[in-house]
């Protein structure tokens, strides 16, 4: 591997500042709040990092998020919605 190449790799492990120096980057950008991009690490470089499916990705989804307007009790139902649903549709649980 080349030097560029091994810090270009460098950049996607290391935890980004609040704003990332790639100004073009699409994680500068949110529709509807900034309720992801005031996180050290946007929920959805987790999710991609670890390879989760949609079900897992939406868990961690809200359990990161601090929406504004949206009460704890509504964010702790969508979470055990989403983990009901895992049960269910991955483990074959009713």
Known sequence: MTKDKDKDKEKIVKLRPKKPIETHSQLNRQVGGEHYQ???IQPIELITSHNL???DGNI?????RDKKGESQ???YQKII???MLALELKCGSN
Do not use: E
């Open 38 to 40: 005031n996180a050290k």
């Open 81 to 83: 919605h989403y983990a």
């Open 60 to 64: 961690v989804k809200y359990a990161c």
């Open 53 to 55: 499916d949609f079900i």
């Open 73 to 75: 009790i509504v964010r």
